[in-house]
């Protein structure tokens, strides 16, 4: 069987499809039903519009969906956790968030993280593997269907990729992946609705601008200098502020897309009006925007978030030197689905 790779239906393209089924002699029109089909996250059996043959010959192949949900967690403030298997057993979660404007999927990938930030529980059990485009598109699928959604009226209209994983880390299965969720044969998700957090891969920030996708970029930033970034994100020995915010101002300036820059403030970190006025120093002038985040608990790490009055006179700090800035709403802390609480934590199905 070669199901070894663990690939579905739903990491194929429409044109990858199409080439498929005619080299196995099927008229064209087929392809557009299996896409469809797959895009509705069915499985074989709800395929019924399908000859037996080609739906035996589609099964030996491929996997019909990517991902299952397997458990559902839902807070208080309507926030909705979910754990997905995937095909090969490994379980990734997602964060389903209702909003006024519309709903929003914060979607993992990779399986684990690598990069250890010194906040996040994403890399507590290190890198497993990468996911595969079709895995993060049958995160959305699979959620759009849950919801009751179709591909015209759809019940997801926002991405966010922040789930657990580094996304530049996994650049080619990524982009697929925006391409995937954005064709307008499928569910069609408008990549201006689409953002991609990163922990400041600068190499793989000017070729995703490169490719001018349109997506919203935001940078975990967390620190105004090189010390406390280095301590909290390992990462910054590779890529320092001042590469990470000069690749930022290259992405702006091909994209036309506001950068974001993720900023959770830490006690005893990088929460000092000292550590404001560093932060606006190093961003005046650039069009941009400060995501302040409280900092939500991971009883691993063990660091602590501010008071209210911390979190203000930090934000007046900002605001008094222009730097447009806004504290993030918290959603989903008491399941766990909060930024930075996404963790690897059930490796294997059977560790459930």
Same mark, same amino acid.
């Given at each position: 069987?070669?199901?070894?790779?663990?690939? !579905? @239906? /739903?990491?194929? !393209?429409?044109?990858?499809?199409?080439?498929?089924?005619?080299?196995?002699?099927?008229? %064209?029109?087929?392809?557009?039903?299996?896409?469809?089909?797959?895009?509705?996250?069915?499985?074989?059996?709800?395929?019924?519009?399908?000859?037996?043959?080609?739906?035996?010959?589609? #099964?030996?192949?491929?996997?019909?969906?990517?991902?299952?949900?397997?458990?559902?967690?839902?807070?208080?403030?309507?926030?909705?956790?979910?754990?997905?298997?995937?095909?090969?057993?490994?379980?990734?979660?997602?964060?389903?968030?209702?909003? %006024?404007?519309?709903?929003?999927?914060?979607?993992?990938? /990779?399986?684990? =993280? &690598?990069? +250890? =930030?010194?906040?996040?529980?994403?890399?507590?059990?290190?890198?497993?593997?990468?996911?595969?485009?079709?895995?993060?598109? $049958?995160?959305?699928? !699979?959620?759009?269907?849950?919801? $009751?959604?179709?591909?015209?009226?759809?019940?997801?209209?926002?991405?966010?990729?922040?789930?657990? $994983?580094?996304?530049?880390?996994?650049?080619? +299965?990524?982009?697929?992946?925006?391409?995937?969720?954005?064709?307008?044969?499928? *569910?069609?998700?408008?990549?201006? +609705? *689409?953002? @991609?957090?990163?922990?400041?891969?600068?190499?793989?920030?000017?070729?995703?601008?490169?490719?001018?996708?349109?997506?919203?970029?935001?940078? %975990?930033?967390?620190?105004?200098?090189?010390?406390?970034?280095?301590?909290?994100?390992?990462?910054?020995?590779?890529?320092?502020?001042?590469?990470?915010?000069?690749?930022?101002?290259?992405?702006?300036? #091909?994209?036309? &897309?506001?950068?974001?820059?993720?900023? %959770?403030?830490?006690?005893? /970190?990088?929460?000092?009006?000292?550590?404001?006025?560093?932060?606006?120093?190093?961003? #005046?002038?650039?069009? =941009?925007?400060?995501? @302040?985040?409280?900092?939500?608990?991971?009883?691993?790490?063990?660091?602590?978030?501010?008071?209210?009055?911390?979190?203000?006179?930090?934000?007046?700090?900002?605001?008094?030197?222009? *730097?447009?800035?806004?504290?993030? &709403?918290?959603?989903?802390?008491?399941?766990? $689905?909060? =930024?930075? /609480?996404?963790?690897?934590?059930?490796?294997?199905?059977?560790?459930?």
């Amino acid at each position: 069987m070669p199901h070894e790779k663990n690939l !579905s @239906l /739903q990491d194929l !393209s429409y044109d990858e499809l199409n080439n498929i089924i005619k080299a196995w002699g099927y008229p %064209s029109f087929r392809a557009e039903q299996v896409y469809i089909a797959a895009q509705q996250n069915k499985d074989y059996d709800n395929m019924s519009n399908l000859p037996k043959d080609l739906r035996h010959k589609l #099964k030996e192949s491929y996997f019909a969906t990517a991902v299952t949900i397997i458990e559902t967690f839902a807070s208080k403030d309507g926030t909705e956790k979910y754990l997905y298997r995937l095909n090969d057993g490994n379980v990734i979660e997602g964060v389903f968030m209702p909003h %006024s404007y519309g709903n929003t999927l914060c979607v993992s990938t /990779q399986v684990g =993280c &690598r990069l +250890n =930030c010194a906040f996040c529980a994403s890399s507590l059990n290190g890198l497993i593997r990468n996911l595969t485009s079709g895995e993060m598109l $049958g995160q959305v699928l !699979s959620v759009n269907a849950l919801k $009751g959604g179709t591909l015209k009226e759809r019940k997801i209209t926002n991405i966010v990729l922040m789930g657990s $994983g580094e996304p530049l880390d996994n650049f080619d +299965n990524v982009v697929k992946f925006l391409k995937a969720v954005s064709d307008e044969k499928g *569910i069609n998700i408008s990549l201006r +609705n *689409i953002s @991609l957090s990163t922990a400041g891969l600068v190499d793989k920030i000017i070729e995703l601008a490169d490719m001018n996708l349109s997506v919203t970029l935001t940078i %975990s930033l967390h620190a105004p200098d090189d010390k406390t970034r280095s301590k909290l994100m390992p990462i910054n020995n590779k890529y320092n502020i001042p590469r990470v915010i000069e690749a930022a101002k290259y992405y702006f300036e #091909k994209t036309g &897309r506001r950068v974001i820059f993720e900023y %959770s403030l830490i006690d005893g /970190q990088n929460s000092d009006i000292e550590s404001a006025l560093k932060l606006a120093k190093r961003l #005046k002038g650039f069009p =941009c925007h400060v995501n @302040l985040i409280n900092l939500n608990f991971v009883k691993e790490r063990g660091l602590r978030g501010v008071s209210k009055d911390t979190t203000k006179e930090f934000l007046d700090t900002l605001a008094a030197q222009n *730097i447009s800035a806004t504290l993030r &709403r918290s959603m989903g802390n008491d399941i766990e $689905g909060a =930024c930075g /609480q996404l963790r690897n934590k059930y490796l294997k199905e059977g560790s459930l």
